[in-house]
């Protein structure tokens, strides 16, 4: 199958570079039951990250409800992140950058740094 899209001029590779992933990786959903009043249900995220050219690759739960997070830095310019919760959830979010087994090698921060076309794993950690 194939997927086209269009852009103005000097369209980031981060738009790219993510039209490309929602094209290849699929949807992921669930099914609610239908709702019982006329409110909608909705299903928030857990997370947003503030940066738009910092990809989440892939996202790995842990035991105690702890994430893995495989983030990828796009556009070539090292970038200071953060990781915002949903609404819903209030809370924030602690990261610790760690090797891609999930054992820490850095120090806990709520700004990580990415580096220039960088891939990294991050444990996310709810703030209590």
Known sequence: SYALTSGKDGTPASTAARFGWESCIPLLTRVFPPARSARKQKSPSLFEISEPNILLVA????????VILHL?????????FEVLPSPSRGKGY?????????????????HPKQGAFEAKFFRLVSVR
């Open 59 to 66: 996202a790995r739960p842990l035991p105690g409800g702890e």
């Open 72 to 80: 990828r830095e796009l556009e070539g310019k090292e970038s200071s």
């Open 94 to 110: 602690v990261l610790w950058e760690t090797n891609v087994l999930g054992e820490p090698v850095g120090r806990p921060t709520a």
